[in-house]
T-cell receptor, first 115, second 113 residues
């Protein structure tokens, strides 16, 4: 296993368009996280899955954002009607186990540019 | 060299010197802390973690110190190497209940050969 994989690495889209990103976590990792990172800032939590259940959502995740993890493996993050303020790096992370928190492994991220 | 996080977000050190990166966290209830290293164009990479029942933890060339009284965390890197140049983030969270981590702004470390 080569780690957390995200696709695409870069996405340029026009304002108002919808975009979808994919994250493949490390095999058998139950937990999957989405974060957003803008230039010069630390990652900001968006949402978290335990297997296929979406357990936490940040207030940053507006109605235009939706995330799924249908089979408890890969996850998708969709942004509808993109705005210029959505331009950021979208990071996915996964961690093993349940209960007590364990180390999260991050992917390379998807850099979104809304023009 | 030493930084104070938000007030000095950049740190330059000579190769071979020790580096100290500081972080002030915000939530006194946080009981789990992680230091991440992020190189340009890459996702954050785990360096070392510490639980709130510890004051110090050592890894390979790195040491994390936790002072819960003043909500302060530091990362010490021994014998800093050019490959250590990156942005370093501290993150705080809750082990048993929270699965979202709050990251600081980060400190950019530059190692001068």
């Amino acid at each position: 296993d080569t780690g957390v994989s995200q696709d695409p690495r870069h996405k340029i889209t026009k304002r108002g368009q919808n975009v979808t990103f994919r994250c493949d976590p490390i095999s058998e990792h139950n937990r999957l996280y989405w974060y957003r990172q803008t230039l010069g800032q630390g990652p900001e939590f968006l949402t978290y899955f335990q297997n296929e259940a979406q357990l936490e959502k940040s207030r940053l995740l507006s109605d235009r954002f939706s995330a799924e993890r249908p089979k408890g493996s890969f996850s998708t993050l969709e942004i509808q009607r993109t705005e210029q303020g959505d331009s950021a790096m979208y990071l996915c992370a996964s961690s093993p186990g349940t209960g007590r928190y364990t180390e999260a492994f991050f992917g390379q991220g998807t850099r979104l540019t809304v023009v | 060299g030493e930084s104070v996080g938000l007030h000095l977000p950049t740190l330059s050190v000579q190769e071979g010197d020790n580096s100290i990166i500081n972080c002030a966290y915000s939530n006194s209830a946080s009981d789990y802390f992680i230091w991440y290293k992020q190189e340009s164009g890459k996702g954050p990479q785990f360096i070392i973690d510490i639980r709130s029942n510890m004051d110090k933890r050592q890894g390979q060339r790195v040491t994390v110190l936790l002072n819960k009284t003043v909500k302060h965390l530091s990362l010490q890197i021994a014998a800093t190497q050019p490959g250590d140049s990156a942005v370093y983030f501290c993150a705080e969270g809750l082990v048993n209940t929270g699965n979202q981590f709050y990251f600081g702004t980060g400190t950019s470390l530059t190692v001068i050969p």
